[in-house]
């Protein structure tokens, strides 16, 4: 398989990521929460991953090993949206933005504290763009930071680290575990968890299964948990923590395009430039790590 395609990967894995906060609007116009709206994400999300392994596997899963890396895939995967979601009961959603997107810089850091290495000069440079186009493409260079409460802060950056620990928890394989097998664990573990925390009602209530709802979960779970996860499987091994978490960075002018298109949000000359940034700082570590590995291949 060509080098490009597992970065590609990352790209359109994020990019899923950035249309959820447009549905999750969606839903909350229709009359739902937002906690109805994330639990309709996780528990269809499960529903389609049981439904894929039965199709594909057709024997009943066994988790070979690995225990402790599918616990943590699955925790990590769902404290990303349990935090995410109170940071922005106390953040403006540019705002709320900006502190997730901090996993750019904290998923290198992780990266680079496991295998006791250094940041790359192509990477530090990247991480310096992506921050300043994350500002701009978010629109926060006219919100007004005081009286904003503390709360929102802790809760904004511990979305940011629980993303980055998901993905450098994908960067570890399970032998003996295929990628749809993983997908129906991490998804189960992940609906455990977020039915602890936000409105599982939903199922014994029959709320889930009205037609709207119901709409929203199989986007939300096919966007929000079975093409993501099962891409950053396969992916994010190949590519490494570091790349993925800057290569992440594409969620964010993702979800300002598609608010823009779906909702009919304003869209300033500075978001745009900010988007135009984010792409450069995304291109710059990929580009210098690709040329390395094509070097190597023809020594």
Known sequence: MKLWIYPLMVVFAASCYGTLSTMVKLAIGDGYSASEAISSQYIVGFMLALILYLITQRKLPRLYGGF?????????????GIVYGISLIYLPASLAVVMLFQFTWIGTLIDCILRKRLPKRPEVISLIILFIGTILAAG??????SGIDWRGWVFGFAAAVSFSLNMNVNTKQVEGMNT???LL???FIAMIMISLFQSPEII????????SLLFYGLALGLLGIIVPIYFFVIAVPKVGGAMSSILSAMELPVAVI????????????VQVLGIIVILVGMTIPTFADLRKKRKQQTV
């Open 68 to 80: 402790k890396i599918i616990l943590l895939a699955g925790i990590f995967t769902a404290t990303t």
């Open 258 to 269: 598609v608010s823009v298109v779906v909702l009919s949000e304003s869209l300033s000359w």
């Open 140 to 145: 926060v260079l006219d919100v007004d930071l």
């Open 185 to 187: 664990f991490v998804s």
């Open 204 to 211: 014994w209530n029959g709320k889930l299964f009205t037609e």
């Open 180 to 182: 749809t097998t993983r």
